[in-house]
């Protein structure tokens, strides 16, 4: 059992703190990520609005997105100091060419310079340095290619790969394209494992119901999911537990967000795929994302439209029967 057995992605205005608090309420041992910060972000910004998280969110881990060295090493020590578990490159993002450099996929044409970036991190904090990446970059997909860009990562003290299982496409793709068009290709994720034995490897990409994610971790060490575990987040639900006891856990959340000055919307907009597949889930959603209703700020909204969902069916009571084991660690 590995530290990354479950994973949900950073995701761009999605896993913010009140999201990650969300899921740690559905899933105990999930390891959860903030959304991409960029070093200029925290270096030229205010570290605290991205960086601040609740103590309950553990395991969690920050991912930055940078080039330079030196700057990275400097968020890496604010990334610790904060408290996180964990301090992850972005590799993966496929975004072009920025005035002061570079960022995301476009890194992996540049293995020493990822090497340098991932040896300063870790010379700078005491907690693990990871990397999320994809397989290549282009249309040609050589294998080669991502085995030397691991091998390279890994001499320079990485120990920990998210290999997102496409390509990225630079030119011609926008990043929601770039994740559905490229092929997904989980067997050059499975060779990886088999010529790293030594690694902590975790398959990304396309992962979208709980037997996928049983059938990868017969093959790797852990599996990420993104999106898929945004819009259906109970995916990643341990036994027994329920959404009621969700609900209520986040009811005393948002009141007590709210008191610190922080909209209600930005919590209940996290939270619309709780039922999702499940009687009620309509008027669940409709009550949540009711700008008159969310716009009065008062939490108590979200067990209103619990009390709601549970009287147009029973779903509150057969969820407190045994429930399947789940896929967490």
């Known amino acids: 059992m590995t530290a990354h057995r479950v994973c949900v992605a950073p995701m761009m205005d999605r896993t913010d703190r009140h999201c990650r608090f969300f899921l740690r309420q559905i899933s105990r041992g999930a390891f959860l990520y903030t959304e991409m910060i960029a070093t200029a972000a925290l270096l030229h910004g205010h570290p605290e609005r991205h960086l601040a998280f609740s103590p309950e969110e553990h395991p969690v881990g920050a991912q930055l997105g940078g080039s330079d060295p030196d700057e990275l090493a400097r968020c890496a020590r604010l990334v610790e100091a904060h408290g996180y578990d964990e301090v992850n490159l972005n590799l993966g993002c496929p975004s072009p060419r920025v005035a002061r450099g570079a960022f995301g996929a476009c890194l992996m044409a540049e293995p020493a310079l990822v090497a340098r970036c991932v040896r300063a991190m870790r010379e700078a904090v005491a907690i693990p340095v990871t990397v999320k990446h994809r397989l290549g970059l282009g249309a040609v997909e050589d294998y080669g290619f991502v085995r030397d860009f691991v091998g390279t990562l890994a001499e320079a003290g990485c120990r920990t790969f998210f290999v997102h299982a496409r390509n990225a496409i630079l030119e011609g793709l926008s990043p929601k394209e770039n994740r559905e068009i490229p092929r997904l290709r989980y067997d050059d994720v499975y060779r990886l494992k088999r010529d790293f034995p030594h690694l902590e490897i975790v398959l990304n990409g396309g992962v979208a119901s709980r037997a996928a994610v049983r059938a990868h971790l017969e093959r790797v060490d852990g599996v990420m999911l993104g999106r898929a575990a945004y819009r259906d987040p109970w995916l990643l639900a341990d036994a027994g537990r ?17 008191r610190r000055g922080t909209a209600l919307r930005h919590i209940a907009r996290h939270m619309l795929g709780l039922y999702r597949g499940h009687p009620g889930a309509r008027r669940w959603r409709q009550m949540l994302a009711d700008p008159r209703r969310v716009s009065q700020n008062d939490p108590d909204l979200l067990l209103a439209a619990l009390d709601a969902v549970e009287s147009l069916s029973e779903e509150g009571i057969h969820e407190r029967t045994p429930q399947p084991a789940g896929i967490g660690p």
Do not use: G, W
Not at 242 to 258: C, G, L, N, S
């Open 242 to 258: 329920t959404r009621a006891d969700v609900v209520h856990a986040m009811h005393a959340y948002a009141a007590r967000m709210v």
